[in-house]
């Protein structure tokens, strides 16, 4: 699966380092939200989610914030290594208690060894 | 686990010709996603169901694309008569009703297909 390309914005990281990407979300009724990380020629892989009723998530190496008062989502990715390198996409459910997701149009991030 | 399987990988065909995708979900799994993406409109959810049901297909572009779940383990996505303007990867995903520590919102995807339409 090939990611949208030449438009993306994109976040350059040395190796170690913390990365830190950002996505806006359009809808203030969303409650619940996703990150997905997207190889080159691959699918979408879940990372980590979070719900409204939350602020902050950790789980291994990533951490998700959440701030609704301004509809921004961060995820963070600590130690950031080579295997990382990928396109990230945000995604929030526009219709609360529906499975459909929406997904943003993505970050790429490019780890330098 | 196998994951969710997607047949063909590629696919090339010319314009006017019908094309169908076909996907297996995760066993247990009883919501499927057809999902399109393009460097030009990302990622998109195309249509969903829920136990075999279509519960929201306004993503589909128009009449010419069709999509069909006869069970639990099988799904169809079908583009007739095929254009150009069709060229995109076409993603199936499949989710679970979660459980503990497991969320439904989840969405597995596929490999994904790549067709181009000539």
């Known amino acids: 699966g090939e990611s949208v390309g030449l438009h993306l914005p994109t976040l350059s990281v040395q190796e170690g380092d913390n990365s830190i990407i950002n996505c806006a979300y359009s809808?203030?009724?969303?409650?619940?939200f996703i990150w997905y990380k997207q190889e080159s020629g691959k699918g979408p892989q879940f990372i980590i989610d979070?719900?409204?009723?939350?602020d902050k998530r950790q789980g291994q190496r990533v951490t998700v914030l959440l701030n609704k008062t301004v509809k921004h989502l961060s995820l963070q990715i600590a130690a950031t290594q080579p295997g990382d390198s990928a396109v990230y996409f945000c995604?929030?459910?526009?219709?609360?208690?529906?499975?459909?997701?929406?997904f943003g149009s993505g970050t790429r991030l490019q780890v330098q060894p | 686990d196998a994951g969710v399987i997607q047949s063909p990988r590629h696919e090339v065909t010319e314009m006017g010709q019908e094309v169908t995708l076909r996907c297996k979900p995760i066993?247990?799994?009883?919501?499927l996603f057809w999902y399109r993406q393009t460097m030009m409109r990302g990622l998109e959810l195309l249509i969903y169901f829920n136990n075999n049901v279509p519960i929201d297909d306004s993503g589909m572009p128009e009449d010419r694309f069709s999509a069909k779940m006869p069970n639990a383990s099988f799904s169809t996505l079908k583009i007739q008569p095929s254009e150009p303007r069709d060229s995109a990867v076409y993603f199936c995903?499949?989710?679970?009703?979660?459980?503990?520590?497991?969320?439904?919102?989840?969405?597995?995807f596929g490999p994904g297909t790549r067709l181009t339409v000539t």
């Open positions: 979070i719900r409204s009723n939350m």
């Open positions: 809808n203030s009724a969303s409650d619940y």
């Open positions: 995604a929030e459910n526009i219709v609360p208690g529906r499975r459909a997701l929406t």
């Open positions: 995903a499949s989710s679970t009703r979660g459980g503990v520590g497991r969320s439904s919102y989840e969405q597995y």
């Open positions: 066993s247990g799994h009883n919501s």
